[in-house]
């Protein structure tokens, strides 16, 4: 049973002091059923990510929560939770539910309120992804944790942050073209070494920001989308996804997430498909050391060398193998519970052809979001001319 | 593809103090396994519910974290969250995931730990189930919710508090002969109606305890089954789950779960299977009066007569229907992450016939689990004879 891509929407990214959690994801979702050319009443299944909207709002049970808002009382639905991966998660279960036979329309999403809540407060509860007993008991927070992936590396392949910087500047620019991006300026490397430090050798402007947002994605089976003339042109080809130790003392090597690659060898087998193969990628850059970690996981770069994509420019929307030409969730922003399926949602324009930064002819599209410090990994590939 | 039941184990359910999330769910992870004859390493799907760590302990991404501690790290993780039914959530996905083809082993289950908090915090965090915005604003809780329904439904129909309490006194009975229950005395109805006051008419023996307790089940695909020669009696016949309006105002009746009712009625056909043929069940009575409104939901007992059930007997051991053998959320416990899979784990061992309370020669059981006050609802229809 392939699985169709019907329809995706996200809202703006970036601050939305008058919305609220189910609003928001409301308004992605009922933008992704236009899209999708169905209703609310269509939905059998909704998955949604949503990570920290317990802790800074006191409210869970979000996933018939957003079913009521939305309008699919009738729905199964659920929250799904990977840290930063929970919408790739919620995706990887509507293909599944589809594929099992059990359903033919799936509303996969995710959605983060983060903004209302101080940075202190937002940086506590996102420190609930890492070990609590071993990690944050320890004063680890995110920051310092990619710090410490990036340090190893940087000393372990003769890395400086000017090529980190590289990965910024990249997915600044590609921002700047992207409407739903919550940064939308460019910068240059000089820029990104000279904004605050927030823990060495990551400054500001390595670190994704603080956002509020939400994507959804409209998942069809090929036999509903045929019987209800929808014009689906991409296909959900194989999905991936892993484990890893959770706290990063536990690894035996910092600069290597292996979540990624189990995830992305079995997404490739699944897709019947080659690194070679991927036109387009949207990847966790959640700091700039991120991406070059995900290049190398995913087999675009040997091990060492992913920091060569932003400075030679084979990442670029022009490269060799675009990577993040929605300006990633350093540039367009990273509303945590929604970003797995607003991966999703670039792709997917990506192989329609509707892209603002529109890469030439793609035909395999994959992405790549990251729970944590590595902790979990979900790729997925999508494969456009359906 | 059928999903068969390859393993089950709940740890004893209660208070415990010198024990952890991570090591209560690995323990039943591992009995279940060692139930099923299989190793962490067969785990290629790990779906686990928790719904209050993060708020208690400062935990989440604890899908990973718990595949890290079993010893599952190459596998799939991921957290389900749908209030007190997230673990009847996990269980779906690992139904989909091996029926989608994309594993032949999941682990599924849940944990919560909740005695180390205090009942205040407690029963915050469980109002997270509710609607922050319009119930918990108001100063709801789930005993004042669960009391909300209680009055009108027995207002429209003319039960008294004697009636619900019958449900208590049926259900600790079938505890004391449960092992793992964490209620291991019988009670009666005047001690139900003098039990100390919580929010009329329930009363504390009308309500669920606090509890500490974790509960896992190992699913296989049948041809994995036959190719490692396990020996499984129980598959998976059907299940459905359904949502609500979140909000107990939205909703036109209290009195009724319409979520329960749709979940049922999806379960039902999808299993080929009608009330009627059910043998035994385990449901969702986290108060006394959810029972009664359940058995109605399910079918059992026609709008109004649902409290004849345990008056009369026709809910017990050796009645019509047999109805939470386990001792139920009353008398077993209710971690609430861990719920719906603990009742999968009751219904096995019934349908393998090797239950403490073992009902005759049942061939088909039931389990139905609510989330918060009915907003989401699932059903799984278990067959035994595998």
New interface residues.
């Given amino acids: 049973?392939t699985v169709q891509i019907a329809g995706v929407a996200s809202t703006q990214f970036g601050e939305h002091p008058s919305s609220?959690t189910r609003e928001l994801f409301t308004d992605a979702a009922l933008a992704a059923l236009a899209d999708a050319s169905l209703s609310p009443g269509d939905i059998e299944e909704?998955y949604a990510g949503n990570?920290?909207g317990?802790?800074i709002?006191?409210?869970?049970?979000?996933?018939?929560?957003l079913?009521?808002y939305v309008g699919?009382?009738?729905?199964?639905?659920?929250?799904?939770?990977?840290?930063c991966a929970s919408a790739s998660?919620a995706a990887?279960?509507g293909?599944?539910?589809i594929?099992?036979?059990?359903a033919d329309v799936a509303l996969v999403g995710g959605v983060e309120m983060m903004h209302a809540s101080g940075i202190q407060e937002v940086t506590?509860a996102l420190?609930?992804?890492?070990?609590?007993?071993y990690e944050?008991a320890a004063g680890l927070t995110f920051p310092g944790i990619y710090a410490l992936m990036a340090q190893v590396y940087m000393d372990e392949f003769g890395v400086g942050h000017e090529e980190l910087a590289a990965v910024a500047v990249k997915n600044y620019e590609n921002g700047t073209a992207n409407p739903i991006a919550q940064r939308q300026e460019e910068t240059d490397v000089e820029s990104v070494l000279e904004s605050p430090p927030v823990a060495a050798p990551l400054h500001l402007q390595d670190c994704c920001p603080v956002t509020d947002g939400a994507s959804a994605a409209v998942l069809v089976s090929e036999e509903y989308a045929e019987d209800r003339g929808l014009e689906t042109e991409v296909s959900v080809a194989g999905s991936?996804?892993?484990?890893?130790?959770?706290a990063l003392q536990?690894r035996p090597d910092l600069a290597r997430t292996r979540?990624a690659e189990?995830?992305a060898e079995d997404a490739y087998e699944?897709a019947g498909v080659s690194p070679e193969d991927v036109d387009v990628v949207e990847l966790h850059d959640c700091f700039t050391i991120a991406e070059i970690l995900a290049v190398e996981s995913l087999g675009f770069f040997e091990r060492g060398e992913g920091a060569r994509g932003a400075v030679d420019g084979e990442t670029a929307v022009d490269g060799r193998i675009p990577v993040n030409t929605s300006g990633g969730l350093l540039a367009k922003g990273h509303p945590v519970g929604a970003t797995g399926v607003a991966q999703i949602v670039e792709i997917t324009k990506q192989l329609e052809g509707r892209h603002p930064n529109q890469v030439a002819d793609p035909r395999i599209g994959l992405s790549h979001t990251v729970?944590?410090s590595g902790?979990?990994c979900v790729v997925t590939v999508l494969e456009g001319g359906a």
């Fill in positions: 049973m609220s909704l990570f920290i317990d802790l709002d006191d409210q869970a049970h979000v996933g018939a929560m079913a009521d699919a009382r009738r729905a199964a639905s659920m929250r799904t939770e990977s840290a998660s990887r279960c293909v599944h539910a594929e099992a036979g059990n506590d420190a609930n992804a890492a070990d609590n007993e944050n991936g996804q892993a484990s890893d130790s959770l536990d979540a189990r995830a699944r729970g944590g902790a979990s």
